[in-house]
């Protein structure tokens, strides 16, 4: 069974640079045709896909977010992360990781609360 689960501080100032992990377990983050995304919703919105990192360690962005995002991963710790520089109050928002094969989201952690606020 794959269990992924986010950790990260959950207050954030303007400005700041968010940054969030992802810790998967009973998988390799590694493993061929595996995509790990990161997935936000704000409050009152609908699910915003925000960017993934490949088994094979490419990342792809959303356009809208790619200026200010990077995720990466450490194999050793079977861990991916996020950094969303320059964040602002609408970066507010659920975050969640999920895992991705043809297309399909099949696992999720549960989610982590975070609040951009001075």
């Known amino acids: 069974q794959v269990q992924l689960q986010e950790s990260g501080p959950g207050l954030v100032k303007p400005s700041q640079t968010l940054s969030l992990t992802c810790t998967v377990s009973g998988g390799s983050i590694t493993t061929n045709y595996y995509y790990w995304s990161w997935i936000r919703q704000p409050p009152g919105k609908g699910l915003e896909w925000i960017g993934y990192i490949a088994y094979s360690g490419s990342t792809y962005y959303s356009p809208s977010l790619k200026s200010r995002t990077s995720i990466s991963r450490d194999t050793s710790k079977n861990q991916f992360t996020l950094q969303l520089s320059s964040v602002t109050p609408e970066d507010t928002a659920v975050y969640y990781c999920?895992?991705?094969?043809?297309?399909?989201?099949?696992?999720w952690g549960q989610g982590t609360q975070v609040t951009v606020s001075s």
């Open positions: 999920a895992r991705a094969v043809r297309s399909v989201y099949d696992y």
